[in-house]
């Protein structure tokens, strides 16, 4: 993720919002610039998916889908997968992904704090969207997955941890933005969400951070 720190950035679609605007994330793809990429589905997805955490039939949400590789395990896996990204450039990539491994999913060019499924969904992966998008908008993302799920239905959550010096003065620095936890648990509040008790896997990025991996339940 090094190198795609852009903190302030004025959003070219809405002047009034900050943080990275579609152009420059559509730039990143096109351009192959995503350091963020594994170049392979997430070790956390792989666990989820062998504890049975997707089962078949099941319909999920990946949103800020990027290249597609947790997609397509969790397609194959036998869910019924909507898969969401704000930069064409990245759904490409995931549609192409998937044909090549001959599984199939619903890939969508749109905003995730205006998309709503048609019905509730089982289960959210969310790996790489909510990091990517400015605080600003974390209030409304957290109402999103809450009006996306059926009570009972689960968030699987890797919060990236890469806490900057500049936090100490109060920066807001990224994307990826650190998900500190008490902020995450803020906008999960336990009288909407069932959380499981600490400590949660830690989860080794190559950037050199990590993700903290939890199951949380929608009420």
Do not use: K
């Not at 959550?157 to 995450?184: F, K, T």
């Not at 909407?192 to 939890?214: C, F, K, N």
């Amino acid at each position: 993720m090094t190198g795609i720190e852009a903190a302030g950035v004025a959003n070219a679609d809405n002047p009034a919002m900050t943080g990275p605007d579609r152009d420059f994330w559509e730039q990143r793809f096109m351009q192959r610039q995503t350091p963020w990429d594994r170049g392979a589905p997430s070790p956390q997805v792989l666990r989820w998916i062998a504890s049975g955490a997707f089962a078949v039939g099941q319909r999920v949400a990946v949103p800020g889908c990027g290249s597609g590789h947790d997609v397509v395990e969790i397609a194959r896996a036998g869910c019924d997968v909507v898969a969401i990204d704000y930069a064409e450039a990245a759904t490409v990539l995931t549609r192409d992904r998937l044909a090549t491994a001959s599984v199939a999913a619903q890939v969508i060019h749109a905003d995730v704090l205006q998309w709503q499924p048609d019905a509730p969904l089982d289960a959210v992966y969310e790996q790489t969207c909510w990091c990517a998008l400015h605080p600003d908008h974390w209030s409304t993302y957290a109402t999103q997955l809450r009006r996306w799920l059926r009570p009972g239905g689960r968030l699987l959550l890797l919060a990236m941890q890469c806490r900057r010096d500049g936090a100490g003065a109060g920066r807001i620095e990224g994307p990826p933005y650190h998900m500190d936890i008490n902020a995450v648990r803020a906008l999960l509040p336990h009288s909407d969400w069932q959380w499981t008790a600490p400590p949660y896997e830690h989860v080794p990025h190559p950037a050199g951070w990590h993700e903290l991996a939890m199951a949380v339940e929608r009420r």
